[in-house]
């Protein structure tokens, strides 16, 4: 049947109204959130909470989802809640999260992806002094990168994990796109600032437009686009955000050499997760015994438990193994696998490593979201 004029909306006046009726009410329905958030608060300062709680959230993203599906767009309403939530949590306790810096890092990206506008954002030099950060207690969280999906592992964020006492409680993976800014032509270039990771995402299409270049590597993308926007002759690779940050051109984008890149990060803090979700992940770092198919047996622990491993990755230990003799070859694994350290399956199957292992240190457990 087509549709007539009959069947069309009111004018756009009573639309208008419609629309702020419904906006009174929810700002009427934010107001009540707001005074049961203070509530939480209380009971939190009572029992000891922590104000982050990537467990809970990762349940409201899922359950709200579920009851949008076909009406909201998924990634809308996640926009929308992730302010209402960091909101909420300012006012149970304003939070400060260290990020690899400086501004218009993909660090600074993530952090903002997961705890909203109303964090105060702290940047730093490097991952490791993301970590610190925490550690002094100057901040709340940190975000550190933890893979690419075109580079790797970064290996900087490994040694550091191994190295604190620290937890992970989440993880955040967005998209990258890389962008060639600088305040010249192209044709005007002599040198290109880039982090190291994004170095090795790009070296194809820097090789075939920028022959002869020299290639810098700097401790982010951030601090590649602020030089660029001081030196003459001078290109950063850096996300979009970067070039209205530091006053930079675009002279080309999307020159990563993968179509589908992403990086993966990871929030630490004092405690993991704080609780099992049914959707969780777990990373731990192990050491084992050199004997001849020991690493099988370790992959054998979790099999016979039905547990599955979703990444492997072995790198030298170079001395940040904990308590033990470090030799040439001396290799630490680090894994990750389905479950919460809290789960007694979990557990069990991390007690049973003993046989295999010189060390194992788990590095944290946090919920996985789509």
């Keep these: 049947m087509s549709e007539t004029e009959s069947d069309w909306p009111s004018s756009l006046d009573e639309l208008r109204r419609q629309l702020d009726v419904l906006d009174d009410q929810i700002v009427d329905l934010l107001a009540r959130r707001a005074d049961v958030s203070r509530d939480v608060a209380r009971v939190k300062q009572r029992d000891g909470g922590s104000v982050y709680a990537p467990a809970r959230e990762a349940e409201i993203f899922e359950r709200l989802t579920r009851r949008a599906e076909g009406r909201l767009a998924p990634e809308n309403l996640k926009a929308i809640y992730r302010e209402i939530i960091a909101g909420s949590r300012d006012l149970q ?3 400060k999260v260290a990020y690899l810096g400086p501004r218009a890092t993909f660090g600074h990206q993530a952090s903002r992806l997961r705890f909203g506008s109303t964090a105060t954002y702290v940047p730093a030099p490097t991952h490791a002094e993301v970590v610190s950060e925490v550690e002094r207690g100057n901040v709340d969280y940190g975000v550190i990168a933890i893979e690419n999906s075109t580079t ?3 290996l ?7 190295e604190t006492s620290l937890q992970v409680c989440d993880e955040i993976t967005i998209p990258v796109s890389l962008y060639l800014l600088a305040r010249c032509p192209l044709d005007e270039i002599t040198t290109v600032y880039a982090h190291l990771q994004a ?3 790009s070296q194809r299409w820097v090789a075939q437009h920028l022959p002869g270049r020299e290639v810098v590597a700097v401790a982010s993308n951030g601090l590649a686009a602020e030089r660029a926007s001081r030196e003459d002759g001078v290109a950063a690779i850096a996300p979009k955000l970067a070039a209205a940050e530091y006053g930079l051109d675009i002279l080309a984008e ?3 050499d993968g179509a ?3 990086t993966r990060f990871w929030v630490v803090g004092q405690k993991m997760s704080e609780r099992p979700t049914g959707h969780d992940k777990t990373a731990l770092v192990l050491s084992i015994h050199d004997r001849i198919g020991t ?5 054998q622990v979790f099999a016979e438990r039905e547990i599955s491993l979703s990444a492997i990755h072995s790198r030298p230990a170079k001395g940040v193994r904990p308590g033990a003799r470090n030799t040439t070859w001396d290799y630490i694994f680090f894994f990750e696998f389905g479950g919460h350290a809290a789960e007694p399956i979990v557990q069990d199957a ?20 789509s």
């Excluded at 900087?156 to 191994?162: A, F, I, K, M, N």
């Excluded at 690493?295 to 992959?299: M, Y």
Aim: neutral net charge; charged residues 15%.
């Design 156 to 162: 900087e964020s490994q040694d550091r994990l191994v």
């Design 295 to 299: 690493l099988r047996d370790v992959a």
């Design 199 to 201: 170095i090795g995402q």
């Design 93 to 95: 306790q304003p939070l």
């Design 152 to 154: 790797g592992p970064v």
């Design 350 to 369: 991390i007690k049973a490593l003993d046989p295999y292992t010189v060390f194992v240190k788990v590095l944290g457990s946090w919920p996985v979201t």
């Design 254 to 256: 999307g020159i990563q």
């Design 260 to 262: 589908n890149n992403y």
